[in-house]
Nanobody
Framework: QVQLVESGGGLVQPGGSLRLSCAAS????????MVWYRQAPGKQREMVAA???????NYLDSVKGRFTISRDNAKSTVNLQMNMLKPEDTAVYYC?????????WGQGTQVTVSS
């Protein structure tokens, strides 16, 4: 029943922008911190950005000032606006929430930053 469905990934040139969205269902969205993770080939998965139920945010140092996480509780959606993208941002991006029943992951969406 719990679902996290990402969209918005794709191929973009360095310096470009993408907006990722995660549509959530099956839990009380407005009560939970939502998180974006990413995983590049050969690297560990890392937290990119998080937003609490109250709107407090945290970011990976390397994306501060370039990425913005936001949420729309009415639509049960969390977004990640990514600007000034760099090749090192290339990764599969995952939506994540920690529920009482355990961690829940989206299927991931590929972001490729390349000329």
């Amino acid at each position: 029943q719990v679902q996290l469905v990402e969209s918005g990934g794709g191929l973009v040139q360095p310096g470009g922008s993408l907006r990722l969205s995660c549509a959530a269902s099956g839990f009380i969205f407005e009560k939970n911190t939502m998180v974006w993770y990413r995983q590049a080939p050969g690297k560990q998965r890392e937290m990119v950005a998080a937003i609490s139920s109250g709107g407090l945010t945290n970011y990976l140092d390397s994306v501060k000032g370039r990425f913005t996480i936001s949420r729309d509780n009415a639509k049960s959606t969390v977004n990640l606006q990514m600007n000034m993208l760099k090749p090192e941002d290339t990764a599969v991006y995952y939506c994540f929430v920690e529920l009482g029943t355990g961690p829940r992951w989206g299927q991931g969406t590929q972001v490729t930053v390349s000329s």
